[in-house]
């Protein structure tokens, strides 16, 4: 049986946040301009939140990934 190295699982974990980063830009093209309205007053959402947002969606899927391992 093969030992895993740190460097093995820190590449799985990049590997899965560049996943979830590339969906949300994905996600953020496809969708285009968002906005957020709340008490008459509104923001724009740019396409970098969405794509955090992604990155952290990649992690977490990671993180179940080795709950079940």
């Known amino acids: ?3 895993n190295r740190k460097e ?3 590449v ?3 590997g899965f946040a560049v996943g979830g980063a590339a969906a949300g830009a994905g996600v953020a093209a496809t969708v285009g301009g968002m906005g957020l309205a ?3 007053t509104a923001i724009a959402i ?3 939140p969405v794509v ?3 990155t952290l969606v990649g992690l977490a ?3 179940l990934k080795k709950l079940f391992d």
């Open 52 to 54: 955090a947002a992604g």
């Open 38 to 40: 709340v008490g008459g």
């Open 12 to 14: 799985e974990a990049a």
């Open 61 to 63: 899927a990671y993180g």
């Open 46 to 48: 740019g396409s970098a």
């Open 8 to 10: 093995d699982k820190f």
């Open 1 to 3: 049986m093969a030992r």
